[in-house]
């Protein structure tokens, strides 16, 4: 059986309803963390919730925090909650014997990086690619325990508040794998487990497709596979 993590916060349930429909579509004994706070009811088809305490200001930060909370001793798969899933999910065996499979950026790679964003400066980066800056995208990740989050989420804390408000959780995501030996680290192509939809005549039947950004729209009219 595998297990699956997503945090979600606050009244709307579409989005996160949408991807657990989705997950439980292809994954019917899959055990579903909600992580979540004290007042955001529980989202259809989770297995248990694991209610915390966070700043709403830094949420990401929040979300690492909470993730390294559960304590869990079992491989996981952490996901965003603005996702589809479209083909069954095994969880320890993607992971194997590494100690992470991080999602590895398949689109964009070529773009410069935005260094104004939410009103932060992001300067240090300046002229420099999206691939250069952050490889490897929070969006889907897969850990053995929760001791990887335990250790992004010290790192985290030690961050300026400009990358617990916006960032943040790609710099600790790329710094915690830079630092492991290579032979710990598996790499998820986004263009398996975090699809862009405008890449489905690409890609016409990923494992996940993300609708992040203004995507989230498409969302809507968009059914679990």
Same mark, same amino acid.
């Given at each position: 059986?595998?297990?699956?993590?997503?945090?979600?916060?606050?009244?709307?349930?579409?989005?996160?309803?949408?991807?657990?429909?989705?997950?439980?579509?292809?994954?019917?004994?899959?055990?579903?963390?909600?992580?979540?706070?004290?007042?955001?009811?529980?989202?259809?088809?989770?297995?248990?919730?694991?209610?915390?305490?966070?700043?709403?200001?830094?949420?990401?930060?929040?979300?690492?925090?909470?993730?390294?909370?559960?304590?869990?001793?079992?491989?996981?798969?952490?996901?965003?909650?603005?996702?589809?899933?479209?083909?069954?999910?095994?969880?320890?065996?993607?992971?194997?014997?590494?100690?992470?499979?991080?999602?590895?950026?398949?689109?964009?790679?070529?773009?410069?990086?935005?260094?104004?964003?939410?009103?932060?400066?992001?300067? =240090?980066?300046?002229?420099?690619? &999206?691939? @250069?800056?952050?490889? /490897?995208?929070?969006?889907?990740? #897969? $850990?053995?325990?929760? !001791?990887?989050?335990?250790?992004?989420?010290?790192?985290?804390?030690?961050?300026?508040?400009?990358?617990?408000?916006?960032?943040?959780?790609?710099?600790?995501?790329?710094?915690?794998?830079?630092?492991?030996?290579?032979?710990?680290?598996?790499?998820?192509? =986004?263009?398996?487990?975090?699809? &862009?939809? @405008?890449?489905?005549? /690409?890609?016409?039947?990923?494992? #996940? $497709?993300?609708?992040? !950004?203004?995507?989230?729209?498409?969302?809507?009219?968009?059914?679990?596979?």
């Amino acid at each position: 059986m595998s297990t699956f993590v997503f945090f979600h916060v606050g009244p709307d349930l579409a989005m996160p309803t949408r991807m657990v429909e989705s997950l439980r579509r292809h994954n019917p004994t899959a055990e579903i963390v909600q992580v979540t706070d004290h007042d955001t009811r529980t989202v259809p088809g989770v297995t248990w919730t694991a209610p915390t305490n966070g700043d709403p200001k830094f949420l990401m930060l929040w979300r690492t925090q909470a993730f390294a909370g559960l304590g869990l001793t079992e491989p996981a798969m952490y996901m965003d909650t603005d996702m589809i899933v479209n083909k069954p999910i095994n969880v320890e065996l993607l992971l194997d014997d590494y100690h992470i499979a991080a999602c590895r950026r398949s689109f964009n790679r070529d773009a410069t990086f935005n260094i104004h964003q939410r009103g932060q400066d992001y300067s =240090e980066y300046a002229n420099k690619t &999206l691939d @250069e800056v952050y490889p /490897i995208i929070g969006c889907c990740t #897969i $850990t053995a325990s929760s !001791g990887a989050w335990e250790a992004m989420a010290e790192t985290y804390a030690a961050l300026p508040d400009k990358f617990k408000r916006w960032y943040g959780d790609q710099e600790v995501l790329r710094d915690y794998v830079n630092s492991l030996p290579a032979s710990w680290v598996k790499y998820l192509p =986004e263009f398996e487990f975090a699809c &862009l939809p @405008e890449a489905a005549s /690409i890609y016409p039947r990923p494992s #996940i $497709t993300h609708y992040k !950004g203004q995507r989230k729209a498409l969302l809507n009219g968009v059914a679990p596979a």
